[in-house]
């Protein structure tokens, strides 16, 4: 989702604030008025209980995805009732909001937030339009025609595989007597097709012939059943097989496989992101310890050591504990907000920094001048590591909203890259401190397919790695990646420290993987 949770929450009290407006209006045009009045009780009891407690309503990705469909599609729908008879207060109230409405864009991208965190959490459609997540404290429903259009920005994706998940659960909604806008044969038309699009030609015909039952005229469906009739009979013949008959299961999440897509390790990072194949058995785990760390005796650690605990142990990943206070942590957020950007990533053929579907989030970078709370973290990291962070990179804070994600990358510049990190003098990112700077409800963890790494966002503490080895050769084990948020919001910051300076900090070592 492209919003991250700062922006959408001004969002929803300008929704609030449309709904003041709409009451109005209703005032002066009491007896024409009688549909929108009915909208606006729904809206009015609505925003009263997301503007109760923003961030807590919106960590619903079912509410966030809700959001943008009303303030991309209904309110326009209730523009056009209004302007049948103009009020100019509440015309005008909506012109000064609409540049801050979220687009098509923002919606669809919403509604492929929530199939991503399908696929991730192996969620079905009917938990999802029951809203029954995880830690969840508002139960959001996705109606009829909000489970047709998420169907729908699948099916003009040429994503069929949740166009069928998503119209099956339109369709047993609507039979289950929900009140719907949308009509049973648009919802078979496109359920139908799709499924034919899944290679599931005896589910095709049935559904078709539904469609063919409920409206004989309809041109596509008459064609389509011929057309599926003929395939299916060629197919029985060449196979030799005699005809079965479709499956009178409702198709769920796990009928049809999903296809496979860029990701090379896309099952094993879904499965770590669930909390599934972790790979630290007992044995290994006893091995890992917690201690006081104080930097080799840094004066600033004497008095105050760290709390480090081993999260890993090769390649060693440790996490630092009361890293950052909470009165700190506000203020970076607070630094943060008004700059925070859609995060950008360097494509690796051309070098060129361009957005991307597999890093959804908003970032911004802080520098040392901005407050002395910056300067005051750089210089506990570098306390803390025993690395320099003059050459690092500045401090980026990352906002990560419901379905935010980050799919498996490294943080180093490999030798088939064109070198990314040139024009900084500094060369190679040779390690990270990822800051956690908030809890979350579920999902969002940070993992590491190759070695089956899952480590939590937990509030205030830090985790830290080498990207490279002493030899200064690229440690390919440490490609990670951020889960997508399915509750809550996600805020991180990071530390990305460079060769440049450690020559005595980081000395050398004899072979190439020490």
């Not at 729904?42 to 919106?58: I, N, Q």
Request: charged share 30%; aromatic share 10%.
């Amino acid at each position: 989702m492209n919003e991250c949770c700062s922006q959408m929450t001004d969002l929803i009290y300008t929704e609030k604030e449309l709904v003041q407006s709409l009451r109005e209006y209703i005032k002066a045009e009491e007896s024409k008025l009688a549909a929108v009045k009915s909208w606006a009780n729904k809206l009015d009891a609505l925003t009263r209980v997301s503007t109760s407690d923003p961030e807590g309503y919106l960590a619903h990705p079912v509410n966030a995805y809700k959001l943008m469909k009303r303030l991309n599609t209904e309110w326009s729908e209730l523009e056009s009732l209004v302007l049948e008879n103009p009020s100019d207060g509440f015309i005008s109230n909506m012109s000064i909001h609409r540049q801050y409405f979220p687009d098509e864009e923002d919606e669809t991208g919403a509604a492929k937030a929530l199939m991503r965190l399908q696929d991730t959490y192996q969620l079905d459609s009917e938990a999802f339009s029951k809203g029954k997540l995880p830690g969840v404290q508002y139960n959001a429903i996705l109606t009829v025609d909000d489970c047709y259009d998420m169907g729908k920005t699948a099916y003009n994706d040429g994503d069929y595989y949740h166009a069928v998940l998503w119209m099956q659960q339109s369709l047993k909604q609507l039979d289950a007597g929900e009140d719907a806008v949308v009509s049973k044969a648009d919802i078979l038309d496109y359920l139908s097709y799709s499924v034919y699009q899944m290679g599931d030609l005896p589910r095709a015909i049935e559904l078709t012939r539904r469609l063919v039952a409920i409206e004989p005229g309809h041109q596509r469906a008459g064609g389509n059943l011929r057309y599926f009739e003929r395939l299916l009979s060629k197919q029985l013949i060449e196979m030799n097989q005699s005809y079965q008959p479709p499956s009178e299961e409702p198709i769920q999440l796990g009928t049809y496989s999903r296809p496979q897509d860029h990701l090379p390790e896309r099952e094993s990072y879904e499965a770590l992101c669930r909390g599934e194949g972790l790979q630290m058995n007992e044995a290994r785990r006893s091995r890992l310890f917690c201690r006081y760390h104080d930097g080799n005796r840094n004066p600033r650690l004497l008095l105050k050591p760290m709390k480090e605990e081993d999260e890993w142990d090769s390649p060693y990943i440790v996490r630092y504990l009361d890293m950052l206070s909470n009165e700190e942590i506000a203020k970076i957020k607070e630094l943060a907000k008004p700059r925070l950007a859609r995060a950008t990533v360097r494509d690796p053929k051309t070098g060129v920094l361009t957005t991307a579907n597999y890093r959804v989030s908003k970032s911004a970078w802080l520098e040392e001048e901005d407050d002395i709370v910056i300067a005051r973290v750089n210089q506990r990291i570098e306390d803390i590591t025993g690395l320099t962070v003059t050459t690092a990179e500045l401090l980026q804070v990352a906002n990560y909203g419901v379905g935010g994600q980050y799919e498996p990358h490294f943080d180093f510049s490999r030798k088939d890259e064109p070198d990314a990190f040139k024009r900084l003098g500094t060369g190679n990112r040779v390690a990270t401190f990822l800051n956690y700077m908030s809890d979350v409800e579920a999902g969002g963890a940070t993992v590491f397919p190759d070695f089956g790494a899952a480590i939590w966002p937990r509030k205030g503490t830090a985790v830290f790695w080498y990207n490279l080895f002493k030899s200064g050769e690229g440690d390919y084990r440490t490609r990670h990646a951020a889960c997508p948020v399915l509750v809550g919001s996600k805020w991180v910051s990071n530390k990305w420290i460079h060769e440049r300076g450690q020559e005595f900090r980081r000395p050398c070592g004899l072979t190439e993987v020490d």
